[in-house]
């Protein structure tokens, strides 16, 4: 079956720290992988999209970066956290036109 | 560029009752996709719905149904006979038929099922 794994599910890290979230899907390959942020009580803003290895789009100018070493593996990047970083970080993968599943997403608090 | 709309930023509801969450889209293509997404207290994202644009029949899933309205651009989902599980985030979402494309969310409805 296809799942979708996103860690840690908490982080708290203090300003100017980097940061590395990380997301894995398995049963599937070559998916359309998503990163998400999400403000407190807010919708979702797309931060990257990734449709293969190496290949990253960004939605958003910002202190975030995004790779994908691996053809189900996505990751979040910063090497300077900003307070303005915290929010909730979704990872989605879409494995067909007309769905996209979500990870349990990581909680961010940047002190 | 497409926007998605969601007019009520809360709503409370009965237990037992029926509420319809509204939501609005707005877009110049005629092949796409709709969807409601429920996002509970433990902010796992969940599909509740789907609807493909070209179907004319409304979709149903259990408890919840959607009324589609493609000339008017509206995408309503009904929730009958609410639970208290039924308490979350609720997100409309779209997204064209090319997989290529993003999807784009509305900002979300937070419904509170009552006892």
């Known amino acids: 079956s296809q799942t979708i794994h996103q860690w840690p599910a908490t982080l708290v890290q203090p300003v100017g720290s980097p940061l590395s979230l990380e997301c894995t899907v398995e049963g599937t390959s070559n998916p359309n992988l998503y990163w998400y942020r999400q403000a407190a009580g807010r919708g979702l803003q797309l931060l990257f999209y990734?449709?293969?290895?190496?290949?990253i789009s960004s939605e958003v100018p910002q202190n975030l970066s995004a790779s994908r070493p691996q053809d189900r593996q996505f990751i979040l990047s910063s090497k300077k956290l900003l307070l303005s970083d915290s929010g909730f970080y979704l990872c989605a993968w879409r494995p067909g036109k007309n769905i996209q599943y979500f990870g349990a997403g990581t909680r961010l608090s940047v002190l | 560029a497409q926007t998605v709309t969601q007019s009520q930023p809360e709503m409370s509801v009965q237990e037992a009752e029926t509420v319809t969450l509204s939501c609005t889209y707005d877009?110049?293509?005629?092949?796409?996709?709709l969807f409601w997404y429920k996002q509970p207290p433990s902010r796992q994202m969940i599909l509740v719905i789907r609807?493909?644009?070209?179907?004319?029949q409304n979709a149903t899933e259990n408890r919840f149904s959607v009324n589609f309205q493609k000339a008017a651009k509206s995408f309503s989902l009904k929730i009958s006979d609410s639970q208290l599980g039924d308490t979350a985030m609720y997100f409309c979402a779209f997204t064209y038929y090319n997989y290529g494309q993003n999807f784009v969310f509305g900002p979300g409805t937070r419904l509170s099922v009552l006892p």
């Open positions: 990734s449709v293969g290895i190496g290949q």
């Open positions: 609807q493909e644009a070209y179907k004319q």
């Open positions: 877009t110049s293509e005629s092949n796409y996709y």
